[in-house]
């Protein structure tokens, strides 16, 4: 079971919500923009509380949450999720942008790295 405590730094909480993988990337990712307190930008000391709304952009998707519990430590997926709760608006973005990218595939997206000689012919025909 998750630990609760009354005060969490922002960084601490995206990594015990599973928003980022390690501490450090969360870390790096409100130093840069990527996490918005109440669309404002913060640092990773900032205290979180209960009720605060965050944007989040972890590379993958944009997720907008409101903070329900605060917890300093990593645990299972299932509880991770009961420290946030998504929005509406959130949850409509994020299955427009899925649907989008069913139908509209990303040529380059299947492409690990630099693009070989192969793959640039690829790329070439399909924009042709």
Do not use: C, H
Request: net charge positive; proline share 2%.
């Amino acid at each position: 079971m998750s630990k609760t405590v009354e005060t969490v730094r922002i960084d601490k909480w995206l990594w015990a919500a599973r928003f980022f993988k390690t501490r450090t990337l969360a870390g790096d990712a409100v130093d840069n923009g990527k996490v918005k307190l109440s669309d404002e930008r913060v640092k990773p000391a900032r205290n979180l509380k209960t009720g605060d709304i965050l944007a989040i952009d972890n590379g993958a998707s944009v997720w907008e949450v409101e903070v329900l519990l605060l917890s300093d430590t990593r645990s299972a997926a299932a509880i991770a999720q009961t420290l946030y709760r998504e929005t509406e608006q959130s949850v409509a973005k994020r299955g427009v942008v899925a649907e989008d990218r069913k139908f509209f595939k990303e040529p380059t997206m299947a492409i690990k790295g630099r693009p070989t000689k192969r793959d640039r012919r690829l790329l070439d025909k399909t924009q042709s």
